[in-house]
């Protein structure tokens, strides 16, 4: 089985919620599984012909579809409005190697 990492950049637009966003979605990701790899430490980009990323989150998961199905989850769903009213994000999942 092929991990999946998902790949978040984030522009925070309102720090207050985006901070009580991160303390609650931490033990919901986890309880899926997902590890965070990167969240939001030094940014260096090399290039940024298609993307300036702001600040960039990294979780890793068992699959794809654990992933996928973390992102559906009824768990994550209002946790998930609070990320969207406090900042505006790109997300991504990529299938890794392993």
Do not use: H, N
């Not at 996928?68 to 768990?75: A, D, G, P, R, Y």
């Amino acid at each position: 089985m092929m991990s999946a990492y998902l790949i978040v950049d984030t522009k925070i637009k309102d720090p207050i919620p985006y901070e009580e966003y991160k303390k609650l979605a931490k033990p919901i990701i986890e309880s899926f599984g997902g590890e965070y790899l990167a969240r939001g430490g030094e940014l260096y980009t090399d290039q940024s012909d298609l993307w300036a990323p702001t600040r960039v989150v990294v979780i890793k998961f068992e699959s794809m579809q654990k992933a996928k199905t973390f992102l559906k989850s009824e768990e994550y769903k209002p946790v998930k409005a609070m990320r969207l009213g406090a900042a505006t994000s790109t997300a991504l999942l990529v299938e890794g190697l392993s």
